[in-house]
Structures are given as structure tokens and as C-alpha cells.
């Protein structure tokens, strides 16, 4: 059973930053889909970033492409969300997902069907 643990959220002034974690166990899927999703309150779960795990293929939404970075650390099973340049737009809970299936090609997609393992979520706070 994968489990997927996030830490690292926090409040932080505009222009900051903060890195997210997000330990996994149970994967045992050489090649597979990463994500970060964040909600607002009464919105959807949305994408910001995505890994193909295998080939590093990566995707970033609009609204955080050259702020947000995400990686992984193979060897420590750990995913990561490296925020810059924080807005108060970014407030928001931040989640890790994994899915078993990877796209024969191109990025991983950033919708939340496709996700099937997710962990608790970790608090983002942006002020201004």
C-alpha cells in the first residue's frame, strides 16, 4: 500500500519561500506519475507540477512556472516542491499524489482522476 506523507508547509511574507516534502512507502513501480495538487477553500484540487518518474519529464502550471521547482530523491523515496518567490495567491493546502500509470510519452497530466494515492496535505500561508 503506498503511503505519501507532506511536511515542509508554513507561513511565510510575499517573496519567500518554502520547501515541500513528501515521503513515500509502499511504491514499487519503477516508472510512474508524481504531482503536486494545492486546494483553496470550496475550490477543486489542481495541478502545479508534475514528474514522470523514469524519465523526469516535468510540467508546471502557468501560475507557478520559474517560481516552483519539483524533484525527487530516489534514493530516499522523497518527492520535493521548491517554492520561490511566494505570492499571497499561493495560499493555499498543498498535496503530493502518485498514479501507478505513465503516459507512453510527454509529461505526466496534472488532473486529479488520474491520482490514485494521496497524502493528508500540508498548509501553505502567504502574506502579504
Known amino acids: 500500500q503506498v503511503q505519501l506523507v507532506e511536511s515542509g508547509g508554513g507561513s511565510v511574507q510575499a517573496g519567500g519561500s518554502l520547501r515541500l516534502s513528501c515521503a513515500a512507502s509502499?511504491?514499487?513501480?519503477?516508472?510512474?506519475?508524481m504531482g503536486w495538487f494545492r486546494q483553496y477553500p470550496g475550490k477543486e484540487r489542481e495541478g502545479v507540477a508534475t514528474?514522470?518518474?523514469?524519465?523526469?519529464?516535468?510540467y508546471y502550471d502557468d501560475s507557478v512556472k520559474d517560481r516552483f521547482t519539483i524533484s525527487q530523491d530516489n534514493a530516499k523515496n522523497m518527492f520535493y516542491l521548491e517554492t520561490n518567490n511566494l505570492k499571497p495567491e499561493d495560499t493555499a493546502m498543498y498535496y503530493c499524489?502518485?498514479?501507478?500509470?505513465?503516459?507512453?510519452?510527454?509529461?505526466?497530466?496534472?488532473?486529479?482522476?488520474?491520482?490514485?494515492?494521496w497524502g493528508q496535505g500540508t498548509q501553505v500561508t502567504v502574506s502579504s
Open positions: 509502499g511504491i514499487t513501480y519503477s516508472n510512474y506519475c
Open positions: 499524489a502518485v498514479s501507478a500509470y505513465l503516459p507512453l510519452g510527454g509529461s505526466c497530466p496534472n488532473l486529479r482522476p488520474y491520482y490514485r494515492y
Open positions: 514528474i514522470a518518474i523514469g524519465r523526469s519529464s516535468t
